[in-house]
Nanobody, 123 residues
Framework: QVQLVESGGGSVQAGGSLRLSCAAS????????MAWFRQAPGKEREFVAAISQSGNRDYADSLKGRFTIFGDTAKNTVYLQMNSLNPEDTAVYYCAASNSPLGSPERYKYDYWGQGTQVTVSS
């Protein structure tokens, strides 16, 4: 099985950028359908972005154009580049891996999760 560790969160002002990292260990992330989710205080965990084993990408409609998911197989790491951040992006961001190659925006379809990294955007 794979272990996932997120990093790169922090505090940033509105309009700024952050790049989150999800380091995989135990198995190559290319064996999984990888995704980022986020959870704001008092809200459900929601889908952000995903990348398939073949490199196809999917995004939450509201985030298209600002967020980019990509992977580095040499580092066995998946990234989430976040631009033009606003206070509504404040949340704990989680990396997840699914054994199913079909992927899904539904969180219950994911088998492995990281511990999360906090992103705080101030106005």
């Amino acid at each position: 099985q794979v272990q996932l560790v997120e990093s790169g969160g922090g505090s940033v002002q509105a309009g700024g950028s952050l790049r989150l990292s999800c380091a995989a260990s135990g198995r190559a992330f290319r064996n999984y359908y990888m995704a980022w989710f986020r959870q704001a205080p008092g809200k459900e965990r929601e889908f952000v972005a995903a990348i398939s084993q073949s490199g196809n990408r999917d995004y939450a409609d509201s985030l298209k154009g600002r967020f980019t998911i990509f992977g580095d197989t040499a580092k066995n790491t998946v990234y989430l580049q976040m631009n033009s951040l606003n206070p509504e992006d404040t949340a704990v961001y989680y990396c997840a891996a699914s054994n199913s190659p079909l992927g899904s925006p539904e969180r219950y379809k994911y088998d492995y999760w990281g511990q999360g990294t906090q992103v705080t955007v101030s106005s």
